[in-house]
Structures are given as C-alpha cells and as structure tokens.
C-alpha cells in the first residue's frame, strides 16, 4: 500500500474496540463528528493519542460499527439488539439525522418512541430517586414486605424532585388526591380501593335486582276522584324499600369520595373533562333528584319523577369505574383509543358489505317468484332491500339468528357469498387490534414491575470521549481556527464542563 494510503488512515477506538478507516471515507457526510476527524487539526479537538496514534471515544462499540458502516455504504441501518432510545442517543452524538435511517428499519426505530408514548398514557413514570415525600408522613408502608406493591406505588406516585415543595396545604394536597386517585400509592390508598370497589359491586347488585319480580310487588292504590268523590283503585309496583336503602348507602360514600376528588384535585379543570368523572357525577345526582321528588304530589312532580325511574339506568356506568383499580380495563381502553383507525375501516368494509349482498339477496329472490304475485314477495321474507340489510348484518357477522333466510337457490348463493364476505371483512381488522392489546398489556405490566432507580450520581466533571467533553476548550493551550466551542455540543454545557474542571482545581 502507498505512503499516501498510510497516511489517510485514521484509527478510532470506541469503547476498547479498533476501527480503522480512511479519512476521504468519514468526509462523505460533512457536518458530523466522524467528519471533523478528517480534518488537519483533529487531534487538538478530540482525545488522541500521538503513541498508538488512534482517536478514543467512551461510546457504545456496537452502535459504532453501523454508524462506521453507514459512511461506508451510505446506508444507514438500526441494529436489532440495540435498544431504541441508546441508538438514538449515539445518532445525536455522532451529529447523525434520525431521517437518515433507512426505511426497512424506520419502524424498528421508531417502536421505542411508540413504547414511550404508551407508558406515559398510563400516567404517573417511574421513580429517580430513593427518597418519598409520602413514606416520611406515614401514608405509605414499604417494609411491610410486599415488594411488588411498593415498586408500584412508587411507579404511581412519581418520585419527583418536587416531592417536598409547596406549603403545607399542598403536601396534604397530593396526599389525599394519591389517596383516592390512585390505589398503588400506599397501603392505604389500596383500602380506600377496596371500599370503593366493594360499594360499586354493591351498586351494581342492586340496580340489577331491582328489576326482578321478587323485590317488585304489586301494591293496590286507592285515589279520591275529585270530580265525582269516587274512589278509584290501581295497581302498580314498587321496589322493596331495603334495596332503596342499601343503594342510598353507595350513593353517600359515592358523593363523600366525590367531593373529596373534587376537594382535593389539582387541576380543577381537567378534572372537570375526565370522562369517569362525567359519569360518577351523572349517576349520583338521579338519586338525589328522586329522592326530593318522592315526597310531592303534583302531577309535574310525578311525570319527573317517573322520567328519573327511567334514567336510573345510568347506574351502570358506574362499572366503567373499575378502570382505577384493574390494569386489564385500563388496557382495553388504551386498545380501543389506539384502534380507532381500524374499528372504521371494519365499520366501512361491513358497510359496503351490507349494502352489497342485501341488493343481491332482493333481487336473487325475485328469480323464484310465482307469476301471480305482482309484488314477487310473497314466498320470501325479503320484501325490500332496507330488511335486507338486517339479513346482512346478522349474517356477515356470522350471528344467524335464523328469523329471515332465502327460499330459492339464487339467494342461497348469495347467502353463503355474503356468509363467507363476512369472515373475511372481520378477519382482517381484528389482528391490527390483538396486537395493540398485547402491546399495551405487556407495557403495562412492565410499568407496574418497573424497579425503583437509585439515587442519581453526584455530576462530575466530563471525561475524555464524553459528549461535553472539549479538548481545545476546556484544558488544552491549542487554539483552534473554527472555534473554542466543542463540536456537536451546547455551549451552555460547555460552560458548565468549564466551571466544574476549574472548581476541582
């Protein structure tokens, strides 16, 4: 090889590993660090040594070598077994953009920004220092022994550095909110959990007992008619006065646990928007409406009252609040929310396929009508495309409830048509929304299983290869002719990395 060759040659060690390559080679992308290696000047910027002659950077060694290669072939790849944040953190050192990467690994990439966005929609993050503002006042228990339970109520409550500020009101504030918002917050938090759970299924008991026979029985009424003072007799039923009782006993703790919500909650007006806190706030108050119009005689009184019987159904929403207390709910929720796109497309697909094979069955059982029947209905149920639709739907989405079915043998064509359509319209959709399910249900358990972080390290100054590390800035007499700033680097955390060596000093 010629002397020329020799003297292109740059060897970077990253992380203990060797590489070696040619400077025209790291010139093929200007503007990022590997291409101010190129440059006449380097050694004075970066960590090199004149004995081995080779650059040293303190980075990931596996990264690297797709980085290297990416100068190479122009290609830029993203390794498997590397995790997706750590990859994108060595893009940004090496001055690398992100829309680079190629696009049979954009998806491989960008899946830890999706895993991000789905942790945080669960709420709370996980825990960056080992101290807790809610263990020192007594509300929390880790050493009761149940370490899964410590790690999520650390996971729920945060851990944030803002643990201990605010006054006295706020630190109450957050207990209390954590004590009836969140059940993995303490040992406490989960028994206020399980009244509330308790209550609900006790609500819900109740609401569905109503209805039955047994604890509806019929009572005679006598009303003065006064028109003619005639008596008039009636008959209607009422519910047994026990369960009136037992559901008013849900409905306090129901409203005691709303004000204190309401009370303590930070903000105010997301509160306001949260849909779970619609429907507490909507089937608490027909109660209460009741109540104060059961006493009244009018006939206002009576058809209002009569019209809140009617509503009371919205009692049953308030299973939807079991969402607080059972991961698998909130998962689905997550699910549903994330598979809007495909619930439509299934919705279109099922609609185009409704409308389709009901105008096919019409006219299929129009072959076998008899030639007196002007209408040519009076053999099939099918009387118009409109009932057809009914058909479709039951039989697309293999139901067959069997109240209408073709007579001849064009519209069973069309019957097994439309059968076979329907499996493969639903069949399509539905791993899209499997996949999101088993991704959020994996997730969040991950959060919940998540270990508490140790106390952060005490900073220091930077080391030789790190990203705020400056050679010609920080500690070396060589001036460059580009600028005393590192490459790639802020110039505020150049500051910092300044103050700290002098304040070693």
Excluded at 329 to 356: D, K, P, Y
């Amino acid at each position: 090889m010629g002397q020329g060759d020799d003297k292109d040659r740059v060897v970077i060690n990253v992380g203990g590993i060797r590489h070696q390559t040619y400077r025209s080679t790291l010139r093929t992308i200007p503007g990022t660090r590997l291409a101010w290696l190129a440059e006449p000047d380097a050694h004075s910027h970066f960590d090199y040594d004149a004995q081995v002659d080779e650059f040293f950077f303190d980075r990931h060694p596996g990264v690297f070598a797709h980085i290297l290669n990416y100068y190479r072939t122009g290609k830029l790849h993203c390794p498997a077994d590397v995790c997706g944040p750590l990859y994108e953190e060595e893009l940004a050192f090496w001055g690398i953009d992100e829309t680079d990467v190629e696009p049979c690994c954009w998806m491989t990439y960008r899946q830890h920004r999706e895993a991000e966005e789905a942790l945080d929609s669960f709420g709370g993050g996980p825990a960056e220092t080992g101290n807790d503002d809610t263990d020192a006042d007594g509300l929390g228990e880790p050493g009761d022994g149940d370490d899964e339970l410590e790690m999520t109520r650390r996971l729920a409550l945060g851990d944030s550095p803002d643990a201990r500020t605010g006054g006295l009101w706020h630190r109450w504030q957050r207990r209390v909110w954590a004590l009836f918002e969140d059940p993995y917050s303490s040992k406490y938090a989960r028994w206020v959990a399980f009244a509330s759970l308790f209550f609900i299924l006790v609500s819900i008991t109740t609401f569905c007992l109503e209805t039955h026979e047994a604890f509806n029985p019929i009572i005679n009424r006598t009303e003065l008619n006064p028109v003619d003072n005639s008596t008039i007799f009636s008959q209607e039923t009422e519910t047994v006065v026990y369960l009136t009782y037992i559901e008013g006993v849900c409905v306090v703790w129901f409203t005691f646990e709303f004000l204190i919500r309401v009370m303590f909650c930070p903000d105010k007006l997301k509160f306001v928007r949260n849909t779970l806190n619609i429907i507490d706030f909507v089937a608490i108050l027909p109660f209460y409406l009741e109540v104060g119009l059961s006493g009244l005689s009018s006939k206002a009184a009576k058809d209002v009252l009569g019209f809140l019987r009617v509503v009371r159904f919205v009692r049953i929403l308030r299973i939807f609040k079991l969402t607080r207390h059972f991961v698998g709910l909130r998962v689905l929720g997550h699910t549903l929310r994330a598979s809007t796109n495909e619930f439509l497309l299934l919705i279109i697909f099922l609609a185009l396929g409704v409308l389709i094979f009901a105008t096919m069955i019409y006219y299929a059982e129009r072959i076998g009508a008899k030639p007196n029947d002007p209408r040519a209905s009076e053999h099939t149920s099918f009387k118009n495309i409109p009932i057809g639709f009914w058909w479709a739907v039951v039989t697309m989405t293999t139901l067959g409830y069997g109240d209408m079915y073709p007579q001849t043998w064009s519209g069973m064509l069309v019957g097994a048509l439309c059968a076979l359509a329907g499996v493969l319209t639903i069949a399509m959709p539905v791993p899209v929304i499997v996949n999101n399910f088993g991704m959020y249900y994996s997730l969040a358990m991950a959060k919940q299983k998540l270990p508490k972080k140790k106390n952060k390290h005490i900073p220091r100054a930077p080391q030789l290869g790190s990203p705020n590390y400056c050679k010609s800035g920080l500690n070396s007499p060589h001036h460059s002719t580009k600028s005393d700033m590192c490459p790639l680097a802020p110039p505020e955390e150049i500051n910092r990395a300044g103050s700290l060596i002098l304040r070693g000093m």
